[in-house]
């Protein structure tokens, strides 16, 4: 087959899409599949250029046997609702007039930007070749539940289109159960909705000594070391964790380290800095071949998201990622992501926004050592069954049926 892939991150960049997109593409082209992705100058999440790229109308590459086409769009840093509208809108055009040269016998367009998706559907129209919408996140959904957006004239024209877009794809390929539970409570056909799950790159996400030189480069040689390592967005609400890390200090060793950036991570820094939480490290990203370094440091694995009952609908991907280095995880989340953690016994949940629980659960899991080993085991058991290489042969079956109907 030919398939034309839309998604806005691609690697270099490092975040979920773009990690899920280059692993199964790869798989894909293994199978003896042609892909071509287009995709924009990797900039996420800083809104700029990284080193060796330009922002371009247009340039190709070749990575790993995938040919990459790189389109022009009007870049801005994660944070801001305008300015990053004005990002999608204008890869969403320039994606379309390049997609118009390809041959495809198949589009699978991407969220979390829906703008990827409106792209996917124009071309399909044009080229009159059956798409696949690849739905990572309710979008608008999520700007309103995070506060980005009121609920206005804007949001229910994007909600039209959302619905207009469901209805146009061939197939609908979600990454939650949840997901497919309310799609299809707004009308959308199950048969019609696919689940293909987040999981991990186990040959990169594996379980690895603790690399001593980087604790003691970053000075935290006897710490017990809880590790947040991704987006700080409006979704992630990290200012509870620095406040749980304020009212801790002294009474323990715990040290708690934030890799990433976004909207919210220059209101974090000054948080740390005005409140003088000294038992909290904040670092920028770092590349995806390094991750796994900071990860084999972590003694715990902290995914967080703000109390909503939207976000009880999603799994977010780091679960994968630090259960295949078998590092246990303690998570506020609920819903699917609370059931997976909860069924592999790969860590505990806490009620989101719960400090209380917080505590509570942080002590079980580091003053626990049988409590910690049977979380790692568990790990890696759910690491197993989450292989990214398993997922990537499910969707590719799906997207192989869908071309043949």
């Not at 250029?49 to 840093?77: C, F, H, P």
């Not at 910690?372 to 799906?398: N, P, Q, T, V």
Request: net charge positive; glycine share 6%.
């Amino acid at each position: 087959m030919k398939i034309l892939f839309l998604t806005d991150n691609f690697p270099p960049e490092v975040n979920a899409p773009a990690s899920r997109t280059y692993d199964h593409v790869c798989e894909w082209n293994k199978a003896g599949h042609q892909i071509t992705v287009i995709t924009c100058a990797p900039n996420f999440p800083k809104g700029k250029v990284y080193d060796g790229y330009k922002n371009k109308l247009y340039q190709t590459e070749l990575m790993n046997g995938i040919k990459v086409i790189r389109v022009w769009s009007y870049i801005a840093e994660n944070k801001g609702f305008v300015k990053r509208t004005l990002d999608y809108i204008s890869y969403s055009v320039t994606s379309f007039i390049a997609g118009l040269f390809q041959k495809a016998d198949i589009i699978i367009a991407t969220s979390p930007q829906f703008f990827t998706a409106l792209s996917g559907r124009t071309l399909s129209f044009w080229k009159r070749t059956p798409w696949i919408m690849e739905v990572r996140d309710l979008w608008p959904e999520s700007i309103k539940t995070v506060g980005a957006m009121k609920d206005n004239a804007f949001i229910h024209y994007f909600e039209w289109e959302e619905k207009r877009c469901y209805k146009s794809a061939k197939k609908i390929i979600v990454v939650t159960d949840s997901f497919k539970r309310t799609l299809v409570s707004r009308g959308i056909p199950a048969e019609k909705i696919a689940v293909v799950k987040n999981g991990a790159n186990r040959e990169l996400f594996k379980p690895m000594p603790k690399d001593e030189e980087l604790i003691n480069r970053l000075g935290l040689r006897g710490k017990k070391i809880i590790g947040y390592i991704g987006t700080h967005g409006m979704a992630h609400k990290l200012d509870f964790i620095l406040q749980c890390a304020k009212n801790m200090q002294g009474k323990n060793n715990y040290h708690f380290l934030l890799i990433g950036s976004g909207a919210e991570k220059e209101r974090l820094l000054k948080i740390k800095e005005n409140e003088h939480i000294e038992n909290v490290t904040m670092l920028d990203s770092v590349p995806k071949t390094e991750v796994s370094k900071y990860i084999s440091i972590l003694d715990l694995s902290l995914i967080n998201l703000k109390k909503s009952p939207l976000f009880t609908t999603v799994i977010p991907s780091k679960i994968f990622e630090n259960a295949g280095m078998e590092i246990p995880i303690i998570m506020g989340v609920e819903g699917e992501a609370k059931e997976i953690i909860e069924h592999y016994g790969a860590g505990l949940c806490f009620e989101p926004e719960n400090e209380d629980d917080f505590n509570k659960k942080l002590s079980m899991l580091l003053d626990n050592p049988e409590l910690y080993a049977k979380c790692k085991e568990g790990c890696r058991k759910l690491s197993i069954d989450f292989d990214r290489k398993k997922l990537a042969a499910k969707m590719l079956a799906y997207i192989q049926a869908t071309v043949q109907q």
